[in-house]
């Protein structure tokens, strides 16, 4: 599933590809189900002639601002894919919206999996009003993230891909951002102390910033997997230090890397490492 790296990749793409400016001419919805609101007959008339005229990202949202204005949201789930093509290219079968630009070329949605979905409102917060705290933003400072954490008596890897705490993490990173604070994944949140929470502040932008500057983690050759526009592959799966690397060493102490299931999340840690007790 694409991660605040991956989503973020494929907004500067779409901006590097000239998607600011266009006017949008027309819609083609293939799967009614993925625009949750409003219905697809007024999406398709709502959409039309507004020009888009911002990209930017909220957690694993991708926010689209158009003029008159409203704005378009984006959350690729599992495997949606967003891309630019041109006109004449045929339809593949899993392409499910079409949208017609100005310049003649198209912004098309692909999703094998089709969970993805997509939103057009008046208010951002309609759609991301409950989300939590942007952990590359500057209010994601070691006060905001203490608070966080000892107001929650929870296990730390549910409470970090919970959204609504801090938004843009997912299995990839948590495993990883934890693994790099030496915290156990099921260590409960209010139980850190002072030196942990600063451990997991600073591991948190670092496996995020290094997945951006990797431009996402692509694994494996599956359909879901990710790819940003014009199929690019991301490179940070081969700076992955637990995340699905079950059985091999752990590069900083050389124990075996272990996969559990914490909160019906598949989860990857070195035991040695990342010790359950503090
Ligand atoms: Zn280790």
């Not at 219905?39 to 507004?50: H, M, P």
């Not at 093509?85 to 310049?103: C, F, G, Q, R, T």
């Not at 879901?224 to 995340?243: C, D, I, Y």
Request: charged content about 25%; hydrophobic content about 35%; some cysteine.
């Amino acid at each position: 599933m694409p991660e605040l790296p991956e989503v973020q990749t494929v907004i500067n793409d779409l901006i590097a590809e000239n998607l600011i400016g266009q006017n949008i001419l027309g819609v083609e919805i293939r799967w009614p189900k993925i625009v949750v609101v409003p219905t697809a007959e007024k999406f398709r008339e709502l959409i039309k002639n507004r020009q888009i005229t911002h990209l930017s990202r909220r957690g694993k949202f991708i926010q689209i601002e158009l003029k008159p204005k409203k704005f378009l949201f984006v959350h690729l789930r599992m495997s949606g894919r967003l891309f630019l093509s041109v006109a004449d290219l045929p339809v593949s079968k899993h392409e499910y919206i079409i949208l017609s630009l100005s310049d003649g070329r198209q912004l098309r949605y692909h999703d094998t999996r089709k969970f993805g979905r997509f939103w057009l409102v008046g208010q951002p917060e309609e759609v991301i009003g409950r989300l939590g705290i942007e952990p590359l933003s500057a209010e994601f400072t070691l006060d905001a993230l203490t608070q966080k954490i000892r107001n929650h008596h929870r296990q730390l890897k549910p409470l970090l891909l919970d959204q609504t705490v801090i938004a843009g993490l997912g299995n990839i990173y948590v495993d990883e951002a934890l693994w790099k604070a030496r915290l156990h994944p099921q260590r409960l949140a209010d139980s850190l102390k002072k030196q942990e929470i600063l451990a997991l502040h600073e591991a948190i932008p670092q496996v995020l910033r290094q997945g951006l500057d990797n431009q996402g983690t692509s694994l494996g050759n599956g359909k879901a997997n990710f790819r940003s526009t014009n199929q690019k592959p991301g490179r940070n799966q081969e700076a992955l230090k637990v995340f699905r690397r079950t059985g091999q060493h752990c590069s900083r102490c050389g124990a075996k890397i272990t996969r559990i299931i914490v909160g019906q999340r598949s989860t990857h840690l070195c035991p040695h490492c990342q010790p359950i007790k503090s």
